[in-house]
């Protein structure tokens, strides 16, 4: 308990000042890198780098080829971390993912050998694909950060973040996510197709002799990433901007039109999602825009709307409802 607060301890103005400028100039480095290989997707490649930020997952839920796979590499690549990939398929087992005990013929004992969760940056591909045990099972190890095997307890290395695809159009030999799943998510996003221009500019870049991703070197490293992560809950936020979160979860729990329950988790989900966009933007406070902003991403896949609206647009109307502070 007292490494993990001394891990946030409170910075003077200054210093905090001067960090928040650091983090700020490493953002875009980060930002710009991946920019070379994700062309046209300014606004995905944001979101990401925020929920990252917050400690949070990202769902990406998008039709194949738009660039998923290479959105989390090159982000991996660009902030020196591990990847790992993992196709999800329906015979996948829990073990398969997490790890299991293997017995040793010369220790004769058995020895744990780490599955492919022993990373930093974890691409679970068309997670709808495996059957809930092993769904459960991945997003087990995404909010506990750690493995049990035979009662054995094994630590993930920080940073451990998800990157989850869903293909939205074939449900063929699919297990939806339930909604208590689906919360484990801090944002939902879709890459989509890129406009015209930048679509012709990724295909010289891609056509190139050499790949594009092999000329990608890292512009920080694990640590300077885990700084972002411990500098964000120290993003200041007033009681006025908490009460503004809480209004607009409550908002959305009562409206008649929503047929799925806000949990708690989302309202924190959405706060550390404002605080590290305040991050990343060199601010050491928390503003309206941050929560408006982040609002739709963060929950449109937790709400049900009864009619012909898609999530999105119908959390935009109900912020336009609830007051915010001046």
Known sequence: MESARSAIAVPSRLDMTQTLAIIHEEYVKVFENVQRVILGKELVIERVLTAMAARGHVLLKDVPGTGKTMLARTIAATIACAFKRIQ????????DITGSNVFDLRKKAFDFQPGPVFTNILLADEINRATPKTQSALLEVMEERQVSVEGVTHKLDAP???LATMNPLDHDGTYALPAAQMDRFLMMLSVGYPPQDAEVRMLDVHLAVDPVLEDIRPVIDRSQFLRWQQTVPLVFCSDDIKRYAVGIANALRSDSQNLQSISPRSTLGVMRAAQARAMLSGRDYVSVEDLQTLAPDVYSH???VADARVGREFIQEVISRV????
């Open 323 to 326: 007051p915010a502070p001046v």
């Open 160 to 162: 451990f973040q998800v």
């Open 302 to 304: 937790r709400v049900l």
């Open 88 to 95: 999800f398929v329906p015979d996948l087992l829990p073990m």
